[in-house]
């Protein structure tokens, strides 16, 4: 079946396969969270990004291989309410942003900087910090070699705009220069982004509407 991303609180996983990694995307609720699962085809190890909630969700969703990672895309509680029971029944090593970790309730083992690498059996996902929703913010960018980018962006970039900042505009002005930049900027319009909540879009779909996202400031 095509991979549209199109999930719902309550059922089943999305999977978009690509050539060297599976990605399924799951709904959580009660805030409609979208978490990811990401095996590496080589080797079935696994990573999860945002163990948001319903840990008995995501650990069907794991099964009996297990994952070796949880990654944290930021410090708000809806993207890290399972982390503690998914850490304690798989051993994963917990990732976050270095500015978030002290907001995350269960110790991180590793803190991620601008443009560190994090690995998932033999795919490398390069991390860009992009400030503004939270100080910490990450996201999560895989360079397929035999297609296009995808990028897993929490809560800074969604179909029709940024996160929320909270009419801040130092931190708006902070954040879309940081998604400008270091997404837009960087990769092409093909890149698939999965962010933390709704549906998935493409750079190209939201590129056009960039200016007037600055222009609305929000």
Not at 122 to 140: E, K, N, Q
């Amino acid at each position: 079946m095509t991979y549209t991303g199109a999930v719902k609180v309550g059922g089943p996983a999305d999977v978009h396969e690509l050539t060297d990694l599976m990605i399924s995307k799951v709904a959580v609720g009660p805030m409609d969270n979208n978490a990811y699962l990401l095996r590496c085809r080589a080797t079935d190890e696994q990573l999860l990004i945002d163990a948001a909630a319903e840990p008995h969700t995501l650990l069907g969703l794991i099964g009996d291989s297990g994952i070796t990672a949880v990654v944290t895309t930021h410090r708000h509680q809806d993207h890290w309410n399972a982390l503690r029971e998914v850490v304690d029944a798989t051993g994963a090593r917990t990732y976050a942003g270095r500015e978030d970790a002290e907001g995350i309730p269960v110790p991180t083992d590793v803190l991620v900087d601008d443009g560190d690498t994090i690995t998932v059996g033999r795919v490398r996902l390069t991390a860009r910090h992009l400030v503004g929703h939270t100080p910490g913010s990450i996201a999560l960018i895989y360079d397929d070699p035999h297609g296009h980018a995808h990028v897993f962006t929490g809560d800074c970039l969604f179909p029709g705009g940024v996160g929320n900042t909270h009419d801040d505009p130092k931190a708006f002005a902070s954040l879309l220069n940081d998604v400008e930049t270091k997404l837009f900027g960087a990769l092409p319009d093909e890149t698939w982004v999965y962010p933390g909540h709704g549906n998935d879009t493409t750079l190209g779909a939201e590129r056009p509407h960039l200016p007037e996202w600055r222009a609305r400031g929000w």
